[in-house]
């Protein structure tokens, strides 16, 4: 069974920083698609940031350059992390931790298989 479990995030000022992390279970990473969406009030999801099972990383354009993707791995544990500098009011949302059964090149990168709880992350002008 596939869990996701976010922490870190909080409230900043704009050009303020934070880290989330995720710890993720129950998968096959060699065979997935990992990273995280968020979502805003009223908004449809956006999906930021994506780690392939090859390392390759993949941002959406309104974050690159500013956010930054890296994992380690642990005891049958796959940790995750979002690095975010240079934060934005408008980055302002509830994120996510999320995986794709699929590489991110087959399919997967949507992350639409399972995610975690949500971190709320606001950014104030």
């Known amino acids: 069974q596939v869990q996701l479990v976010e922490s870190g995030g909080g409230s900043v000022p704009a050009g303020g920083s934070l880290r989330l992390d995720c710890k993720a279970y129950?998968?096959?990473?060699?065979?997935?698609?990992i990273g995280w969406f968020r979502q805003a009030a009223g908004q449809e999801r956006e999906v930021v940031a994506r780690?392939?099972?090859?390392?390759?990383?993949?941002?959406a354009d309104s974050v690159k350059d500013r956010f930054s993707i890296s994992k380690s791995s642990a005891k049958n544990t796959l940790n995750l992390s979002l690095q975010m500098n240079s934060l934005k009011p408008e980055d302002t949302a509830m994120y996510y931790c999320?995986?794709?059964?699929?590489?991110?090149?087959?399919?997967?990168?949507?992350?639409?298989?399972?995610w975690g709880q949500g971190t709320q992350v606001t950014v104030s002008s």
């Open positions: 780690l392939d099972s090859d390392g390759a990383t993949d941002y």
């Open positions: 999320a995986v794709d059964l699929r590489p991110c090149g087959e399919g997967g990168g949507r992350l639409l298989d399972a």
């Open positions: 129950g998968f096959i990473f060699s065979s997935s698609c």
